[in-house]
Nanobody, 128 residues
Framework: QLQLVESGGGLVNPGGSARLSCAAT????????INWFRQAPGKEREGIAC????????HTTGSVKGRFTASRDDAKSLAYLQMNNLKSEDTGVYYC?????????????????????WGKGTQVTVSS
C-alpha cells in the first residue's frame, strides 16, 4: 500500500527547532523528488522546500530560506525537514509530497501541481 505519513509536529516556542519526518511506504523512493509544503491558517498551501532524487540538490523558498533544510534517507524510506529559528508565522500544517523524476536526477520543482502523492500533514504551532 502506498502511503506517506508526516510526523514531528506539535507546539514549539519561538526561536526553537523541530524536525519533521515523512515516512514513505510502498515506494521506490529514488524515483521521486520530495517536496515540502505548508498551509498557514487562512492561506493557500505553498511550497517551501524540496530535495532532488539524488539528494544533492535542495531548494528552500521565501521566508524559510536559511532556516529550513530538507534531507532524505532512502535506505530508511524517510525524508526530513529541519526547521530552525521558528517564528509564529511558521505555524501551519506541513505536508510532504512525492514528485516523480528520473532516478538520481538533480531536480525538484517545489510545485504542488507536480506532486503525485501527498501525505495528510502534520500541525506545527509556534507559540509561547
Amino acid at each position: 500500500q502506498l502511503q506517506l505519513v508526516e510526523s514531528g509536529g506539535g507546539l514549539v516556542n519561538p526561536g526553537g527547532s523541530a524536525r519533521l519526518s515523512c515516512a514513505a511506504t510502498g515506494f521506490t523512493l529514488d524515483d521521486y523528488a520530495i517536496n515540502w509544503f505548508r498551509q498557514a491558517p487562512g492561506k493557500e498551501r505553498e511550497g517551501i522546500a524540496c530535495i532532488s532524487s539524488s539528494g544533492q540538490i535542495t531548494h528552500t523558498t521565501g521566508s524559510v530560506k536559511g532556516r529550513f533544510t530538507a534531507s532524505r534517507d532512502d535506505a530508511k524510506s524517510l525524508a526530513y525537514l529541519q526547521m530552525n529559528n521558528l517564528k509564529s508565522e511558521d505555524t501551519g500544517v506541513y505536508y510532504c509530497g512525492l514528485e516523480r523524476v528520473r532516478p538520481g536526477s538533480h531536480y525538484c520543482s517545489g510545485h504542488g501541481g507536480n506532486v503525485a502523492y501527498w501525505g495528510k500533514g502534520t500541525q506545527v504551532t509556534v507559540s509561547s
